[in-house]
């Protein structure tokens, strides 16, 4: 049986079987609901009101009374993923649950490399056949080119024979053949298009899927594009994923659609653009995450996500454009760049690609901060890699108000350290609708600097003003008056925001802390710190220095250089000397499984402090806080481990 089930403000209507999810029911209607956790019901984001109905779905679950306030419920207040539908509903979607035009990071460093691609192109003019020359069509084109170019050993890709005889002779016996690796012809055009080659160079991201198209004649980048990975309506985070696609083959298969429904979204946009054709598109090549590497080439993720977490495959992988349904020529290759290993991936071997760690003398950390962060350290001697699990905080997860960074979301974030009062700033200027993690960042090391919380996180009791206040679940701190803001309530940082934001920072502290130890360096011996990625590339270095995010290291050497991953996969799409560097990173990068470190659990609750547990490792930042007045105790001596 079929209900109709209508979602407010847009009016949508669709009929939806009975006994599903609301969540699910949006899903189907293309409705734009937050779903962080993936309907598993651990984030509390897909808050929706039922308007009519509601004696028509399930009784409320004792999940939603955990996240849900009285108020909330006598408002009529339920969790999609929670409410089954019975019966005709009418839905309202409030702003704080939807996700919004998102700011997504498409550019980063740009770093020359040798031009030098797979894919090239020969004009032939071939001999007609005729009674004393009977040369297949394949023998004659091989023949020539042989003699004409000096290319032995060819191969003729079977699509390409499909249609071989009559370009050939639309072509008058003048054609372009394509070369794919100087091993294989993957394309065969009557008349000279030697100047029409073009590349696709994609990063899978978590959150976003960026694509750049370049033109493999020049090495210059045409036109650039991203979207929302569509996979987030199926879990925002890496593990809601692993594990949705490790259900069943149907699943997998349903995620790994998803995304190249998002790939082939992405390359449209950048053929409208440019006039390009899909046929001119000759190679790809594509990096994330482990995760997002395993899921785009169909491969069951479930390993990556249990010990000792080994991947499917580590080194790079080549596939045919047609078998995986990507929307370039179709006997075009899709290069997939080699892993590192567990949560350590293709994206990291760009990052080091990107910013030249691998051959560097000087000694370089990398971060690239996300739901997992990756942090590298090392020189061309030695580099050593871990993932450090910092979960989705940043990304606006188990923060009351949080989000990502969308229109509306608060992002920047000063506090007067006399009067208390709060200057915010808002992704493109609007009322605010929620705080994205950014000025999370921000506003731990602004409450830190004027004594709202201490060094252990707790807020200061003592402090007299109305912007902290006690609330039904302990007390928080108010950054905008529900006048100010679009959903009409006051926007407030709670206790527990502040612990989710100390056990991210902590997470990826404890990775800097554990891989300079393991190779011996302390804080003055890094050079450059390279910070990657969309969330890096929007937060404030020197407030997630202020708060232990990584080493006190000097701000002279911070680099922030975007979305270095895509920079990486651009690098590989247009030089073989880079893919086979790719190869060579991921081979030479010692990979550090985290938990498996004795040290971890130690380290990790010294580095919930902040800045950390030994005041001695922050100078500068300790300096700066006695200066404005603030009172510092030093930590419990029981978890100070000062080295």
């Known amino acids: 049986m079929e209900f109709e089930v209508v979602f407010q403000p847009e009016g949508k209507h669709m009929k939806i079987p009975s006994g599903k999810t609301i969540l699910e029911a949006a899903k189907i209607a293309g409705v734009d609901l937050i779903s962080i956790c993936g309907g598993l019901g651990k984030c509390g984001k897909c808050r929706v009101v039922i308007e009519k109905g509601s004696d028509k779905t399930n009784p409320l679950t004792s999940i939603e009374r955990n996240f849900l306030s009285e108020a909330e419920i006598a408002a009529g207040y339920r969790l999609a993923c929670q409410t089954i539908i019975r019966g005709p509903l009418v839905v309202w979607v409030p702003e704080e649950s939807r996700t919004g035009k998102q700011r997504l990071q498409i550019e980063g460093i740009e770093t020359p490399v040798k031009l030098e691609p797979y894919i090239k192109k020969y004009f032939i003019e071939l001999p007609q056949p005729n009674l004393h020359d009977i040369r297949s069509d394949a023998d004659r084109l091989l023949d020539e080119l042989k003699k004409v170019y000096r290319l032995n050993n060819l191969k003729v890709d079977y699509n390409v024979l499909l249609q071989m005889p009559s370009i050939l002779r639309e072509g008058n016996w003048k054609v372009t053949v394509t070369v794919w690796n100087d091993k294989t012809i993957i394309d065969v055009d009557p008349g000279n298009t030697a100047k029409r080659i073009f590349g696709y160079a994609v990063d899978i991201g978590t959150t976003k899927i960026a694509g750049y198209l370049l033109d493999l004649n020049t090495g210059v980048v045409l036109a650039v594009d991203s979207l929302m990975n569509p996979q987030a309506s199926y879990g925002e985070d890496v593990i809601s994923r692993i594990t949705y696609a490790s259900?069943?083959?149907?699943?997998?298969?349903?995620?790994?659609?998803?995304?190249?429904?998002?790939?082939?979204?992405?390359?449209?946009?950048?053929?409208?653009?440019?006039?390009v054709s899909p046929k001119e598109v000759y190679e790809m090549t594509v990096v994330g995450n482990t995760a997002m590497h395993?899921?785009?080439?169909?491969?069951c993720p479930k390993y990556v996500?249990?010990?000792?977490?080994?991947?499917?495959?580590?080194s790079g992988v080549d596939v045919k454009a047609r078998k995986l349904g990507v929307n370039i020529n179709p006997?075009?290759?899709v290069h997939v760049l080699p892993v590192i290993g567990g949560f350590v991936g293709?994206?990291?071997?760009?990052?080091?690609?990107?910013?030249?760690?691998?051959?560097?003398?000087?000694?370089?950390?990398?971060l690239d901060i996300g739901t997992n962060t990756e942090v590298v350290l090392g020189?061309?001697?030695?580099?050593?890699?871990?993932?450090?699990?910092?979960g989705p905080a940043f990304e606006g997860a188990h923060i009351k108000y949080g989000m990502r960074a969308a229109s509306g979301a608060i992002e920047k974030v000063q506090i007067d350290p006399k009067t208390l009062e709060v200057k915010y700033q808002t992704i493109d200027n609007i009322k605010p609708c929620g705080i994205c993690g950014s000025a999370m960042v921000d506003v731990l090391a602004e409450l830190l600097k004027t004594g709202i919380i201490d060094?252990?996180?707790?807020?200061?009791?003592?402090?007299?003003?109305?912007?902290?206040?006690?609330?039904?679940?302990?007390l928080e701190f108010v950054l905008a008056w529900k006048d100010e803001t679009a959903i009409g309530k006051d926007i407030t940082v709670t206790q527990k925001d502040i612990r989710e934001i100390q056990l991210a920072k902590a997470a990826i502290h404890t990775g800097c802390t554990i891989l300079m130890r393991k190779l011996g360096v302390k804080e003055s011996d890094i050079d450059a710190l390279f910070i990657a990625g969309a969330f890096g590339s929007y937060i404030d270095p020197k407030s997630a220095r202020i708060i232990g995010m990584y080493p006190e290291i000097p701000l002279n050497k911070v680099r922030i250089v975007g979305n270095a991953a895509g920079t990486g996969a651009r690098m590989a799409l247009a030089s073989k000397t880079i893919r086979r560097k790719a190869e060579e990173i991921s081979r030479k990068v010692n990979y550090i499984e985290l938990g498996a470190e004795p040290e971890f659990q130690a380290e990790f609750l010294n580095s919930h402090f902040l800045p950390y547990v030994d005041l001695t490792k922050y100078p500068e930042t300790i300096n700066m806080l006695k200066k404005l007045g603030i009172q510092i105790k030093e930590p419990p001596m029981i978890l100070n481990m000062k080295a």
Not at 261 to 271: A, C, D, H, I, R
Not at 346 to 366: F, G, S, W
């Open 247 to 275: 259900y069943d083959q149907d699943k997998l298969k349903e995620l790994q659609q998803a995304v190249i429904e998002g790939v082939n979204q992405v390359l449209k946009s950048l053929l409208d653009k440019t006039g």
């Open 455 to 474: 060094i252990s996180g707790a807020f200061n009791k003592d402090i007299k003003s109305p912007r902290l206040r006690q609330s039904e679940n302990g």
């Open 305 to 314: 996500a249990l010990a000792p977490y080994a991947p499917a495959v580590k």
């Open 346 to 366: 293709a994206d990291t071997v760009a990052v080091i690609l990107a910013t030249e760690l691998y051959k560097r003398e000087e000694l370089c950390m990398a």
């Open 294 to 299: 395993h899921i785009f080439l169909g491969i």
């Open 379 to 390: 020189n061309k001697n030695k580099i050593l890699a871990v993932s450090c699990a910092s």
């Open 331 to 333: 006997n075009g290759n």
